[in-house]
């Protein structure tokens, strides 16, 4: 097989898909993926960002995933594609319609190899036990992982050893949740029969995740079981929510359902309370309420908080190419060490400072400059009293709110309301001071706050 029938093969697919032929980027995927060069190169290659080129690889990975029944990606591309039966249809008449997907094709000079929905297995009747199916189609491809060994052993003592129903990894945006969720699932997949992976949007309502959920477990099964809370206890399953928070509501406090899921606050007390063998991974912006209260109880819950890197980020730079190392460590607080807004402020060092991060430095107020849409879109879900709350303490250094201030028009229960709020956001710290309790925003929050 050469690189023209995979190019030919993948365009029919697409097109079959999307209605529309691979564009220029995808191509320079395939072909550069087909010739084995790696991401960085085909960037190279194309004049475009490595970011780009992986969010084009991404979305093709997912739909030659979906076609064959595999977990397709860059590392396994060329290995699948030989595997697949190759059929050479170039000396049928021409009047020949080959099918793929729901679209017909004339393939008298199109040769490529037939799709299959999922590789042959070996069946046997009289085993209950099915062959381990993992659906990671929605999940990004693994990525570099910043010193997060801590965090990995964390969560795989509670998952594997503890067995904890429900685990929340819960942080600001940016601060690496997916990455680490997908390289822990790397780690432990062998645990598990059945793993699924979905990002969220507002459209899984409780009813559509059941319904998702069921029918990928049944498809092993002769017969139905009655209901899922029986497919979790009969094999272990691991299923993956990503971006949780789209499930609640912007502009009210935070962990408050939209309208359509409030039924999941119900279906998380089930399933933490409730014996089986399985365990949900929950990825948010937010810590949904009823967790908290199920931690409290000591229900099978657990939520790791994650916290930006410290001098570990320092190999963030390395790769970036910037330079005054000893000011790395001062470029690092600033910005909190999240990796993602190190890397977008790297690229603005790279771009006006020539790499220099004592040049950037030397501006003393703190800048926002390609962060300020990500700030702004995570500001703009905060309830009024957070908004209020959040203005007032961006003006303050950190506080004691033993006492209402007595500036801002809100209740006592409103004001603490909007605080623990604002604490589930992760948006103010906590500092612990001779056994009382100071509260800060964060210092980025602050400075977005502050030139609205």
Known sequence: MDVQEVLNWTDNLVFSKTGKHLDSLQKAVVEGTWQRQKYPEIARNCHRTHDRIKQVARELWQLISAELGEDVRQSNFRAILEQVEFSNISNFSSDYVQIVGDINFCNEHCPYPKAKKHRSRTSNATSTKPEKRHDLTEAPECDRVYNCTTELTTLKQWILQEKIRIVTIFGLPGIGKTTLARELVEQIKDNFDYILWRNCTETLTLKSLKTNLIQF???????????????????????????????FTPGELAGTYLPDCENYSKFWQQMARTPHHSCFLLMSWEKPTEIAILEGEN??????????????????????GLTD??????????????????????????????????????????FLGDLEPRLQAQYQRLSESEKMVTLWLANQNAVDISDKPAELALSDSDFLKAVQSLRKRGLIEKITNNGSSLFAVQALVKAYVKER
């Open 217 to 247: 477990f049944y498809k092993d099964r002769e017969t139905q079981l009655p209901s899922l809370i029986d497919y979790l206890r009969s094999h272990p399953c691991l299923i993956i929510l990503d971006d949780f928070q789209e499930l």
């Open 299 to 320: 229900r099978h819950c657990r939520t790791l908080q994650l916290d930006g890197l410290a001098e570990s980020a320092s190999e963030l730079l390395t790769n970036k």
């Open 325 to 366: 190392e000893d000011k790395w460590l001062e470029l690092i607080e600033r910005y909190s060490g999240n990796p993602s807004w190190l890397t977008i402020i790297a690229s603005t060092i790279q771009d006006l400072f020539n790499g220099s991060v004592d040049r950037f430095l030397s501006y003393p107020s703190l």
